[in-house]
């Protein structure tokens, strides 16, 4: 983790533990480059990313020297792999799960994508006794965990090679644990954007300190990963989080779990479902009167009027925006419109979010999509 004197960990009335800002932020300032404690293929049988770096292998993939189902960038990939991610135990596992995946036909797939992320969970617990008390910290409620799912997974889990767990020990109770974990704080490592096909996950990852932002559906910053990029780099997998607007001293610092055009009655659905709160930021505070109708009339009428009514949109709002760029609750029946002029990706089929290049870049007045990477003046918005 960098830059985490910017943030510290504090209790929120009503949201539980949170991050908040230690100083005045400016906008594009990097506030946390945090390394996952765990990586894990989201495809049951991959050869497009490396299983040790999640890169597109441009190249001819090297394959495991045991198993079949996995592969490696560069021999040095490979060889760090066999040391960490990818030990002899991992390796004959996952054949072993691959193998009873084609005859269980009752296992979904989010079923055997949660078997994976057991099997890097317990391998943690041996190669990084201190890492895997981490993961053990984070937040997590069993009650998102099936007990049914529990028992499945543990079973299976159990028929991998044996393995030795030390002080942790092996049971229904810790892989319980540990898929509450998962549940609540892994982040999708994204594949490559492309405007006419649905954006998938390559792999998951749990990072310690990113595990801390709360959601809002108008954050004040964005998450940015540049998998593919910094080739010679084994920190291609960190989660880079810049700040939108300014943010002063004490304010929390929160993402939005999705993209920020969601509805409310999608946004709701998801929250609940997934992480089991609901929300009540403004946004949702003015979005809870709305019919459904008045939202899909507000899409409708933003999709065929987009160009003509931006500019008087936004000159109706700029007299809204307070110093830290966010639009005042007064009078205010549609606060997101400030934020989705100025922070939404206009790119089709993209909705991603901008936020401006670091303020000590030669740059800082380009603001970078972190959905498709698309770069803009910020003048030009």
């Known amino acids: 983790m960098e830059n985490n004197q910017l943030l510290k960990i504090s209790e929120i009335e009503g949201r539980g533990r949170g991050l908040v800002a230690t100083q005045p932020l400016k906008p594009g300032k990097i506030i946390l480059k945090d390394s996952p404690l765990l990586l894990y293929s989201a495809s049951v049988k991959n050869s497009t990313y490396c299983s040790n770096c999640f890169r597109v292998i441009l190249q001819s993939p090297i394959p495991c020297s045991w198993c079949t189902s996995s592969f490696f960038c560069t021999s040095n990939c490979q060889s760090i792999a066999l040391s960490s991610s990818h030990t002899p135990w991992v390796c004959q596992s996952l054949t072993h799960l691959r193998n009873t995946f084609s005859s269980h036909n009752n296992l979904n797939v989010d079923q055997q994508i949660q078997a994976f992320f057991l099997i890097s969970g317990y391998n943690l617990a041996v190669i990084s006794p201190s890492s895997f008390r981490v993961l053990l910290s984070l937040q997590g409620d069993l009650s998102f965990v099936s007990e049914s799912d529990v028992l499945l997974l543990h079973s299976l889990v159990a028929t991998c090679p044996p393995l030795n767990l030390g002080e942790f020990g092996f049971s229904k109770e810790l892989t319980a644990a540990l898929l509450a974990k998962d549940k609540v704080n892994a982040f999708g490592l994204m594949e490559p954007f492309e405007a006419d096909r649905e954006r998938g996950v390559r792999a998951y990852g749990i990072y310690p300190m990113a595990s801390f932002f709360n959601h809002d559906c108008l954050p004040n910053a964005c998450r940015f990963e540049y998998v593919d990029t910094d080739v010679n780099s084994r920190s291609n997998t960190d989660i880079v989080v810049r700040v939108i607007h300014d943010v002063p001293e004490g304010r929390e610092i929160c ?81 997101h419109a400030y934020f989705f002029l100025r922070y939404m990706c206009n790119r089709e089929n993209c909705w991603g979010t901008l936020a401006p290049l670091p303020p000590d870049a030669s740059l800082s007045s380009v603001m970078e999509c972190n959905v498709c990477g698309n770069l803009s003046k910020s003048d030009e918005l």
């Open 255 to 335: 993402l939005s779990y999705f993209p920020v055009n969601f509805k409310y009655s999608e946004r709701q659905q998801r929250l609940k479902e997934d992480y089991g709160f609901t929300c009540n930021c403004d946004r949702c505070v003015v979005e809870a009167n709305w019919s459904d109708g008045e939202d899909d009339a507000m899409d409708k009428e933003g999709e065929e009027n987009e160009e003509e009514e931006d500019e008087e949109m936004e000159e109706d709002v700029d007299d809204e925006v307070n110093v830290n760029g966010e639009v005042e609750e007064r009078d205010q029946d549609f606060p």
